[in-house]
């Protein structure tokens, strides 16, 4: 049993505790759920299936009544530890060691949660009531399929007549300083699987055969040798990055039939997967139209549309109460770099904005987070409630 303690950095340690790789959640979410019960939200465990995905816990918590409402929305569910080996201390011990808090998950992103947790407890705590509503959007699967977590959470709260005014997504955004750099948007995902065919022979008659991976490399070639754009005001220059290349073939002597690679694409908002899947027929046409003996196909899978929000409401508010806290008076950065993230289904429902702890080690070995930081990012999410429901 997990005792109830609404300090950041003890209950970051209890939730880095849980071995919750996804799908399993390992009393993660019963510890989130433990402590909003205990202040007063009304928690509903949701877990979905199906969609071709595996089972996931999920908990929506609310309370409060009229008035405008605000959601925090995070993930309880981690990455895998790789090998255990590696790491300095167990990775699911929570381990403080001099000035940093050590495990999976701690950065990504269980400090924010238990971040959100303990400023909410002291805004309840301070206020007694909350004028408005506030909700606790937080998903078991945000790391794998991302299919029965944040998408369905929001499905089930519309249908439920949940509406939200504005959502903060706890995800690592800063960078040398809690608060310094927040997410307004993210880049979209694609792969494309590409395989070419030809004519297998052997490598001293080559004009009876037709090499399979002469035409990949050149269609290869082709797109490297023309970027897709230059970035503009809001995003980096999409960026395509061949993953995987594979012939397969055992021997110098024969000249392969067959050859594969991947091609995986993080694109800015100036693309979509659709004008993407053109653009790759298209690469295609240009290259294997003229030749005769070797077919190209490809299939894709598209995991994200990029997308941007507007700068307005929310990235004010976070800075007033970055710089409410750290007396500083520059804004954060305005950022829509990295992978993807949740809140790409929540920008339909709300105006969305990430800030959460600094983005250094998560994924990687030795996962950690600098006491102090836990601490500075509890202050500010609850300095975000104040501005919100008081002062604004
Ligand atoms: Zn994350």
């Known amino acids: 049993m997990t005792e109830i303690n609404f300090d950041p950095i003890k209950l970051t340690q209890s939730l880095v505790q849980c071995a919750s790789v996804t799908p399993k959640d390992d009393g993660a979410l019963q510890i989130v759920t433990k402590h909003l019960n205990e202040m007063g939200f009304n928690c509903y465990p949701l877990k979905f299936s199906g969609s071709n995905s595996y089972d996931v816990n999920n908990v929506f918590a609310t309370i409060g009544n009229e008035g405008k409402h605000f959601a925090y929305a995070g993930h309880t569910d981690v990455v895998p530890v790789g090998n255990e080996d590696s790491w300095k201390f167990p990775p699911f011990s929570g381990t403080i060691d001099g000035d940093k808090l050590y495990g999976r998950g701690s950065e990504d992103m269980k ?63 800063s960078n040398k300083e809690v608060g310094d750099k927040i997410k307004i948007g993210r880049r979209g995902a694609i792969s494309f699987y590409i395989q070419v065919k030809g004519i297998q022979g052997h490598t001293a008659n080559a004009h009876l055969a037709e090499n399979a991976s002469h035409h990949l490399i050149k269609l290869l070639n082709n797109i490297l040798d023309n970027p897709l754009d230059n970035g503009n005001e809001n995003f980096l220059a999409s960026s395509v990055q061949i993953a995987t290349f594979d012939i397969g073939n055992p021997v110098p002597n024969i000249i392969p039939e067959l050859a594969k690679a991947t ?110 930081d836990v601490i500075e990012l509890e202050k500010i999410y609850f300095q975000i409630l104040e501005n919100y429901f008081h002062n604004r």
């Not at 504005?166 to 995800?171: A, I, M, Q, R």
């Not at 994200?304 to 007033?320: H, R, T, V, W």
């Not at 993230?341 to 998560?362: F, H, M, P, T, W």
Request: charged content about 25%; glycine content about 6%; proline content about 3%.
């Open 263 to 372: 091609v995986n694409i993080r694109f800015n908002d100036m693309h979509s997967s659709d004008s993407l899947i053109n653009w790759m027929e298209e690469k295609i046409n240009n290259i294997f139209n003229n030749v005769k003996n070797a077919s190209c196909q490809f299939t894709y899978d598209s995991t994200a549309e990029s997308f941007l929000n507007q700068p307005g409401y929310m990235c004010d508010l976070i800075a007033k109460s970055v710089s409410d806290v750290t007396g500083k008076n520059s804004k954060p950065e305005h950022a829509t770099d990295g992978g993807t993230s949740d809140a790409r289904y929540i920008k339909n429902y709300c105006e969305v904005v990430e800030l959460g702890i600094r983005n250094q080690s998560l994924h990687k070995v030795d996962e950690f987070v600098y006491t102090k």
């Open 111 to 173: 400090s924010s949660v238990a971040c959100f947790i303990s400023a909410t407890k002291r805004f309840v705590e301070k206020y007694k009531k909350i004028p408005g509503k506030l909700s606790f959007i937080i998903t078991g699967d945000e790391e794998r399929d991302s299919v029965n977590g944040t998408p369905k959470i929001l499905e089930w709260a519309s249908k439920k007549n949940y509406k939200f005014d504005h959502c903060l997504v706890g995800e690592p955004t």
